[in-house]
């Protein structure tokens, strides 16, 4: 018999570096989990993924256990390395930041096309781009 889901919690933690402190302790403690299982199977399983944000979606069941899903980083942090900066623009409409290839926009939406709602990869390549825009970033 499959257990009884709960509720599905989701969360950017940096890989490697989880800890119960906000905003994964409290969300995790509302639902009665683990708060210091969770955190050490989640640093374990992303430890040689170096400082990069994980967006995990966490599936809590009836009987307080759980599992975790990660997902592929939030493409804005694969934007930023790629162009080598460390935010965006405040105005991205007349404030240029940095500058990525057509190249790079393909990596990225070979690696955020699972996490996107895109078919093809010229459609996930469009989202990367527009991604850029909206960042300040330029595609070249």
Not at 13 to 29: E, S, V, Y
Not at 115 to 130: P, Q
Request: aromatic share 4%.
């Amino acid at each position: 018999m499959a257990k009884k889901i709960k509720t599905i919690i989701k969360l950017q933690a940096p890989a490697g570096k989880a800890n119960p402190a906000p905003p994964i302790g409290p969300a995790l403690g509302q639902h009665g989990l683990n708060i210091m299982d969770f955190v050490n199977k989640f640093n374990e399983a992303t430890r040689s993924m170096g400082d990069t944000v994980i967006p995990v979606e966490i599936t809590v069941y009836e009987d307080r256990t759980f599992d975790f899903i990660m997902k592929q980083p939030p493409m804005a942090n694969l934007i930023m390395k790629a162009a080598g900066v460390a935010k965006g623009s405040g105005v991205p409409n007349r404030e240029k930041v940095g500058k990525i290839t057509e190249a790079q926009v393909e990596e990225i939406a070979k690696q955020k096309m699972q996490d996107t709602n895109a078919f093809e990869l010229e459609s996930a390549k469009e989202i990367v781009r527009g991604t850029c825009k909206s960042m300040g970033i330029e595609v070249k």
